[in-house]
């Protein structure tokens, strides 16, 4: 494989191009991961392969996740580069340093953009929707970072369809800045609530979706068909593995293995291919520990769903 096979797609209406598959730091770089050769490598890797969106968030790690690949990101092209991070988990026991308070927007950007290393954002991500900010306070504060340069487009990451169209509305009410992506967590296990409410008003409003944990946190690798091992994300975090790892879970999963022999890929890259192929999407962010994980998820992009394939998957899933 090289990069000429990498897809690249419209974040939804708008000019900029993000690779149909991305990769994220989430509870890995700076976290699970810590050693600057092997995540430099990684990521050098990937950007080799075409990938050219890169997804941070301060929270990740509390903030040694920006400082970690921002060092690697450093030794390529900005100009080839689409990196995001994140703003509205909690950052210390501060009252103010957390939220979408205009406070903690222009605040925290400041201090993500020293430690990722760089003078802009090409996407800033709203966390998580903020029910103690008035809408319109947080789209202002958005709306400065754009006009100052900081960052280049904004959006949000778990909102739904209503919360959407309520920035959008503030938006076009005070000739604002709107969003213009939003990041939900979307797999073949977890697809109902993004399926029936985000996307029809992404789409509606022009957004382009770049989904995380399409994997479902490596269940539908096959990785926990006979257990969890404890050096493993399910591993590690509790309450991850209370949410995913179901009966029925494991047995759709076990399932899906005939399904991924007969398109000729494995369980991962079926599920990868799958959701970057759904209406909406712009990209699909993966994770990787590993070189050889990374050349397997990447290895999706080879994979084609066709009508066929997608109504078994839909019914094997549904």
Known sequence: MSSESMEYRRLGEC????????????????GSVTEQAKIGSIIRAAFDE?????????????????????????ELPRNELVISSKVFWP????VN???????????SVEKSLRRIGTDYLDLYFCHRFDPET???ETVRAMDDLVHQGKV????????????????????????????????????LLFRQRVDEDVAPAAIERGMGMVVWSPLASGLLTGKYDDGVPEDTRLGRIDWLRDQLLT???????????????AAGCSRAQLALAWAAAQPGISSVITGATSLEQLHENLGAREVTIDEALSKRLDKHFG
Request: proline share 3%; aromatic share 10%.
């Open 91 to 94: 950052m210390s026991d501060d």
């Open 134 to 136: 008035p809408v319109e």
């Open 15 to 30: 000019g900029l191009k993000v690779s149909a598959f991305a990769l994220g730091g989430w509870t890995t770089y700076g």
């Open 247 to 261: 009966d029925e879970h494991l047995q759709k999963v076990r399932e899906l293995k005939g399904l991924a022999e």
């Open 97 to 107: 340093d957390r939220g979408l308070s205009r406070k903690h927007i222009l605040e």
């Open 50 to 74: 075409g990938v050219n969106f890169f997804d941070i968030a301060d929270v990740y790690a509390k903030g040694e996740c920006e400082t970690v690949m921002g060092q690697a990101l450093s």
């Open 152 to 187: 280049l487009y904004w959006g949000t990451s778990e909102w739904s369809g209503d919360q959407l169209r309520q920035a959008h509305a503030v938006a076009d009410r005070r000739s604002l800045v709107a969003p213009q992506v939003e990041q939900p967590q979307y797999s």
